[in-house]
């Protein structure tokens, strides 16, 4: 990240959640309700487990906005835990006379053994507290921000979720957002849905949990974001990076990604179509690139896929071994969600609008907002056909 610099902190069962985000120009219209109407998406979901009915997730704004608009100064939010109460022994931040027993069963899947044998610890709550998914709080607040930021330049950020354990929603085009919005398991395809539910409840039958896979649109995406100048700046592998990094997800592709691989290169590219309308240039008969060619935008909608593997902290333990023994145990159980899949789309959504705010600003730098616009309206003057009404 170049302009756009955030950094979260909190522990799962602590105070709170914190998240600073430096670099969001002044001039910015932004209000407390935005944040929370993406929070409460992340909270919801089918096979969501009883934290989020502890939690009502609103972050508050301490810094880097008056009277409803951004300073550009940075931002802090505080997200706080509503489980707290229940964990002040346990996560006290100050040392405390009564024993709390530590977290020892170690769950394969989680970062419990590598973060104990890195850190060097003796109870795995050191390393599942800040592990945890909870975190992606406050990058979805975080996110939020990036997006009412966003909008002013008609970029608009969606995600569905495409498959939940195996089930496949059937390709739909244009998606029906609404639906999605309304769906248990934020998926376009009714059908479906009904399948995903079941195979929801059954893994929660069985003691188990399901993973998935989820696209991010974003609609409105300028051509020209990113560099194909160095490995760095290529705006497919910012995206990656950013998705590859929420919790539990293990593979991340743009546009047709794997299916690619194995097709013709006249299969594969997206052809140019002549230019008829100046205000929409350089259309394409498929978007198959998912947006980006030669590490930049192409002014297509940007498409990503990630995979989203079960969670690993299961009602029904698999085998493990203990930490401090080394031997075998049944491992760590509290509680947990059973399917993830839903949120992980928000929270995609969240990271694609952080890394385009990012890009955005690179290309269009600014400090206040009209400037941005400004030197935006400046770029898309230009993008036409070389040596038609060229400014
Ligand atoms: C989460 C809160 C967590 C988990 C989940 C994500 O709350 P708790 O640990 O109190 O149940 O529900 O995290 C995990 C599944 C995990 O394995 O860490 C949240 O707010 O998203």
């Given at each position: 990240?170049?302009?756009?610099r955030?950094?979260?902190?909190?522990?799962?069962?602590?105070?709170?959640?914190?998240?600073?985000?430096?670099?969001?120009?002044?001039?910015?219209?932004?209000?407390?309700?935005?944040?929370?109407?993406?929070?409460?998406?992340?909270?919801?979901?089918?096979?969501?487990?009883?934290?989020?009915?502890?939690?009502?997730?609103?972050?508050?704004?301490?810094?880097?906005?008056?009277?409803?608009?951004?300073?550009?100064?940075?931002?802090?939010?505080?997200?706080?835990?509503?489980?707290w109460?229940?964990?002040?022994?346990?996560?006290?931040?100050?040392?405390?006379?009564?024993?709390v027993?530590?977290?020892?069963?170690?769950?394969?899947?989680?970062?419990?053994?590598?973060?104990?044998?890195?850190y060097?610890?003796?109870?795995?709550?050191?390393?599942?507290?800040?592990?945890?998914?909870?975190?992606?709080?406050?990058?979805?607040?975080?996110?939020?921000?990036?997006?009412?930021?966003?909008?002013?330049?008609?970029?608009?950020?969606?995600?569905?979720?495409?498959?939940?354990?195996?089930?496949?929603?059937?390709?739909?085009?244009?998606?029906?957002?609404?639906?999605?919005?309304?769906?248990?398991?934020?998926?376009?395809?009714?059908?479906?849905?009904?399948?995903?539910?079941?195979?929801?409840?059954?893994?929660?039958?069985?003691g188990?949990t399901?993973?998935?896979?989820?696209?991010?649109v974003?609609e409105?995406?300028?051509?020209?974001?990113?560099?194909?100048?160095?490995?760095?700046?290529?705006?497919?592998?910012?995206?990656a990076?950013?998705?590859?990094?929420?919790?539990?997800?293990?593979?991340?592709?743009?546009?047709?990604?794997?299916?690619?691989?194995?097709?013709?290169?006249?299969?594969?590219?997206?052809?140019?179509?002549?230019?008829?309308?100046?205000?929409?240039p350089?259309?394409?008969?498929?978007?198959?690139?998912?947006?980006?060619?030669?590490?930049?935008?192409?002014?297509?909608?940007?498409?990503?896929?990630?995979?989203?593997?079960?969670?690993?902290?299961?009602?029904?333990?698999?085998?493990?071994?203990?930490?401090?023994?080394?031997?075998?145990?049944?491992?760590?159980?509290?509680?947990?969600d059973?399917?993830?899949?839903?949120?992980?789309?928000?929270?995609?959504?969240?990271?694609?609008?952080?890394?385009?705010?990012?890009?955005?600003?690179?290309?269009?730098?600014?400090?206040?907002?009209?400037?941005?616009l400004?030197?935006?309206?400046?770029?898309?003057?230009?993008?036409?056909?070389?040596?038609?009404g060229?400014?």
């Open positions: 990240m170049t302009r756009l955030w950094l979260t902190a909190g522990e799962s069962h602590g105070r709170g959640l914190v998240v600073i985000l430096e670099g969001v120009p002044a001039g910015l219209p932004l209000s407390a309700e935005a944040i929370a109407h993406d929070l409460r998406r992340r909270q919801g979901g089918y096979g969501r487990g009883a934290r989020q009915q502890i939690e009502q997730d609103r972050a508050e704004v301490l810094s880097g906005v008056r009277h409803g608009v951004t300073l550009g100064s940075p931002i802090a939010l505080l997200i706080w835990n509503r489980d109460p229940n964990w002040q022994t346990q996560m006290s931040v100050a040392p405390v006379s009564e024993a027993p530590p977290v020892t069963r170690l769950r394969p899947g989680h970062a419990d053994l590598a973060g104990a044998m890195k060097y610890q003796h109870d795995v709550r050191n390393i599942l507290e800040r592990a945890s998914a909870r975190e992606t709080a406050a990058r979805v607040a975080a996110g939020a921000v990036c997006r009412a930021f966003l909008s002013h330049f008609g970029v608009a950020i969606h995600s569905h979720v495409l498959n939940i354990g195996g089930v496949w929603a059937k390709p739909s085009q244009p998606i029906d957002w609404e639906r999605v919005e309304a769906s248990p398991v934020r998926c376009a395809d009714p059908q479906a849905e009904k399948e995903m539910l079941a195979v929801i409840d059954a893994a929660r039958e069985a188990d399901v993973g998935g896979i989820v696209e991010v974003a409105g995406v300028v051509i020209g974001l990113g560099s194909h100048v160095q490995w760095d700046r290529r705006i497919d592998g910012r995206l990076q950013a998705l590859m990094s929420i919790n539990a997800v293990k593979a991340v592709s743009i546009g047709d990604g794997w299916e690619s691989a194995s097709m013709r290169g006249s299969q594969v590219h997206d052809i140019i179509e002549p230019v008829t309308d100046p205000a929409r350089w259309q394409r008969k498929t978007n198959r690139a998912g947006g980006t060619e030669g590490g930049m935008t192409n002014g297509m909608p940007l498409v990503a896929r990630f995979a989203v593997k079960p969670i690993s902290t299961l009602a029904k333990p698999l085998p493990s071994v203990d930490l401090l023994t080394g031997e075998t145990v049944q491992a760590h159980y509290e509680r947990s059973v399917c993830q899949v839903p949120a992980a789309g928000v929270i995609g959504e969240a990271m694609v609008a952080l890394v385009l705010a990012d890009a955005y600003l690179e290309k269009f730098g600014g400090d206040h907002l009209e400037e941005v400004r030197n935006y309206r400046g770029y898309v003057q230009t993008i036409g056909p070389r040596g038609r060229e400014q």
